[in-house]
């Protein structure tokens, strides 16, 4: 290690995490800078990183503060940092993720390498197969709530490397930016937004829970994507049980569960005929219920299945309406698609890997923006639109390439004209 600096941080680890924080992209922070104005200065910007965090002068800037709309409602606080401490926390990241992840269960799977939402939604559908009872976890306010003194004691016990330390602590307490242009003291909670936010969420929740539940209540099956989980029970009383115990461990660890939100869910089917006031629950943007479906043989059943969430959908509509395709009858429909598509094959790749068909409504509603661009671009097709339903229709049976939920079947019905 140089003499000169208080810190071995290596200057390929500074290289590597401003290209990953460039490749997430996001937004300015408090000084208003972005990925581009940074690179203006690049070399000079990154040595600027490295010697401030290699010499233990690094100060965090105050966190900005903006609320984004919540699918369900509501809004959800986020804590945008700068461009610079976006990579001051990558580095972080890089170094420490290593030495956490051979310890978080297996059924973590939040922001973590080699585990994604999709794995943890089918591990849920069959484990809701098996076990009649779930209970759908909520915490208030999660990210704002977690204790710092617990949290700094989860970060020690893993490791002894004094600038990573020092670095989380001063994360932890930098004040928050709000809306209006003053400053908040944050004496506990880690931003929503922040590049190391998610590990460090991860680290309390493996104590907080994980842990807890393999000394507690070894023999029930979970699934947790950060604050998100879910909890496989045999009975109703198991269920209640467990709901009750994780309440007071959870006060333990200064957090809360939403009274409301925290529920006790009946996975009813064919199988299962009783009823209950709870028989449905929302997990990473899909709803599980009960639904009709179809087995090998051709015949029809009822499963406890997930299929895309009213809320998601919602939002998918409202990403729709942005794109305000009325006021686009100066472009072509090659230059529509090429706007939509890269979204829409998202929505597909994510929400169209379980019971796809909860799809089409929405699809079929894009239809009819499309339909209502036709009407307003082409003479022809005004006050028509059983014609302008046709001519798409057409166009989608010789080019269902042309937009992503075309390929997957719901295209505009060709009318007679």
């Known amino acids: 290690m140089s003499q000169a600096k208080s810190f071995d941080i290596s200057r390929e680890v500074v290289w590597e995490a401003y290209k990953r924080v460039k490749a997430n992209r996001g937004t300015y922070g408090v000084d208003k800078e972005s990925i581009q104005d940074f690179e203006m200065k690049l070399k000079d910007n990154l040595y600027s990183v490295w010697n401030r965090m290699s010499s233990g002068s690094y100060f965090p800037p105050a966190v900005r503060r903006v609320e984004i709309p919540k699918a369900s409602g509501g809004k959800r606080p986020l804590g945008i940092p700068t461009v610079r401490d976006r990579i001051a926390q990558m580095i972080v990241k890089m170094y420490l993720e290593p030495k956490l992840e051979p310890y978080f269960h297996e059924d973590s799977y939040g922001y973590r390498p080699r585990k994604s ?23 208030i306010g999660f990210f704002d709530n977690l204790n710092h003194e617990l949290l700094m004691r989860a970060v020690r016990k893993h490791t002894d490397c004094k600038w990573i330390v020092l670095y989380i602590e001063r994360w932890l307490k930098a004040s928050v930016q709000l809306e209006d242009g003053k400053l908040e003291v944050r004496e506990k909670g880690t931003p929503q937004g922040g590049v190391i936010s998610p590990l460090l969420a991860n680290l309390f929740l493996h104590y907080a829970l994980e842990k807890w539940m393999k000394r507690s209540y070894p023999g029930i099956k979970y699934e947790r994507y950060a604050d998100d989980a879910v909890y496989h029970c045999r009975s109703e009383q198991e269920a209640k049980t467990l709901k009750m115990a994780i309440g007071k461990r959870l006060v333990e660890c200064g957090l809360e569960l939403h009274p409301k939100k925290t529920k006790i869910v009946y996975c009813k089917d064919d199988r299962r005929r009783r009823s209950y006031p709870n028989e449905k629950f929302n997990f990473l943007g899909y709803t599980f219920r009960p639904r009709g479906a179809v087995d090998r043989s051709g015949k029809l059943f009822v499963g406890f299945n997930p299929a895309v969430s009213n809320e998601a959908a919602k939002a998918m509509r409202q ?83 042309l937009f992503a939920h075309w390929q997957m079947g719901v295209k505009p019905v060709r009318a007679r004209r």
């Open 319 to 401: 990403t729709m309406r942005k794109w305000k395709m009325h006021r686009r009858a100066d472009k072509e429909l090659q230059d529509l698609s090429r706007v939509c598509n890269p979204v829409i094959r998202g929505w597909v790749n994510y929400y169209g890997k379980y019971y796809k068909t909860g799809l089409y409504p929405t699809f079929h509603h894009l239809n009819r923006i499309l339909i209502r661009w036709a009407m307003r671009k082409y003479k022809r097709f005004k006050n028509h639109q059983r014609r302008a339903g046709y001519w798409l229709g057409e166009i989608a049976e010789q080019n269902p390439q």
């Open 117 to 139: 939402a999709i794995e943890a939604l089918g591990v849920t559908r069959e484990r809701c197969w098996r076990y009649d009872w779930v209970v759908d976890l909520d915490i």
